[in-house]
């Protein structure tokens, strides 16, 4: 009789929690009317238990696959570890995660800043509120992450960018190259709303904290992520800038996301 009761109390406590997972979604977005490939990772959940959530944008060509597989190491066990979910979705090839004006099927900002977001905390366990949400990403990403963090700052308590394409004025030839172009239009005619460098007075009204790094061999954005640090710093909006050495490649990367997503955790327990 006792090793009765002692099978099913093991048995109650193996219900009340669930094997840590890595989930393969099509999230429906409403305004494109398409499913988006999404990518779910939990710690082990448990009944009754409430969990923080970071939303991950790839860099340009990425996918959510590459961001587990390759981008960042051991996102399963940092999600254990920091008793977080991590929510990777795919920003298709090109989307500069923006509301392209030009193309309806490429409305990234709205899906992932409030479709995604409604989504995730409809079927996970999670914490509903900004102080236990954040967005990070990298490259198109780190572009992405500010431009949506920004813009729903009452979603993202925190915000991420690694190695950012901050500034599409330093472009050149990239604006056509990284196909900016073919969801933004026209860089003559292009609205200040997509400039990073002119969103400086909602940041300062946001109470969002900020993270940018960049590798100090990244050729490509070292200098606007140096000036939008400064001018940050000029502007006094609360923020942490970080130079290491590194170029522009997941070598970098790997380690700087590592760095941030700690980061988040120390904001997220700050926060409590």
Same mark, same amino acid.
């Given at each position: 009789?006792? =090793?009765?009761? $002692?099978?099913? &109390?093991?048995? &109650? ?12 979604? %099509?999230?429906?977005? #409403?305004?494109? *009317?398409?499913?988006?490939? !999404?990518?779910?990772? !939990?710690?082990?959940?448990?009944? /009754?238990?409430?969990? #923080? ?29 920091? *008793?977080? =979910?991590?929510?990777?979705?795919? +920003? ?11 193309? %309806?099927?490429?409305?990234?900002? $709205? ?13 996970? @366990?999670?914490? %509903? ?11 198109? /990403? ?12 009452? !979603? ?7 190695? +950012? ?35 400086? %007075? ?12 960049? +590798? ?33 490649? @997941?070598?970098?990367? *790997? ?18």
């Amino acid at each position: 009789m006792k =090793i009765l009761f $002692t099978t099913l &109390a093991l048995l &109650a406590v193996s219900l009340s929690i669930s094997a840590q997972q890595i989930i393969h979604k %099509k999230v429906f977005s #409403k305004k494109m *009317n398409k499913e988006i490939e !999404t990518v779910i990772i !939990t710690p082990k959940l448990i009944k /009754g238990k409430t969990y #923080k959530t970071i939303y991950i944008l790839h860099g340009y060509s990425g996918n959510p696959d590459r961001t587990y597989k390759q981008d960042i190491q051991d996102l399963t066990g940092k999600s254990q570890k920091y *008793n977080t =979910i991590y929510v990777l979705a795919d +920003g298709n090839f090109n989307s500069w995660y923006v509301d392209s004006p030009v193309d %309806k099927s490429s409305q990234y900002q $709205t899906f992932i800043g409030k479709e995604l977001v409604d989504y995730i905390d409809a079927n996970y @366990p999670t914490m %509903k509120d900004r102080k236990s949400r954040g967005i990070l990403g990298w490259s198109m /990403g780190g572009y992405g992450a500010l431009n949506i963090g920004i813009f729903y700052s009452d !979603t993202f308590g925190i915000v991420g960018s690694s190695c +950012g394409a901050l500034d599409f004025n330093r472009f050149g030839e990239n604006f056509h190259n990284y196909q900016v172009d073919k969801v933004l239009g026209d860089f003559k005619s292009l609205s200040k709303e997509y400039f990073t460098f002119d969103k400086t %007075k909602q940041m300062a009204q946001s109470n969002q904290f900020y993270i940018v790094d960049c +590798g100090t061999e990244d050729t490509q954005m070292i200098d606007m992520n140096r000036d939008f640090h400064q001018l940050l710093t000029n502007e006094k909006i609360e923020h942490f800038y970080i130079e290491s050495p590194g170029g522009h490649d @997941p070598k970098y990367w *790997n380690k700087s996301l590592a760095n941030q997503l700690a980061l988040f955790e120390n904001y997220f327990n700050i926060e409590k």
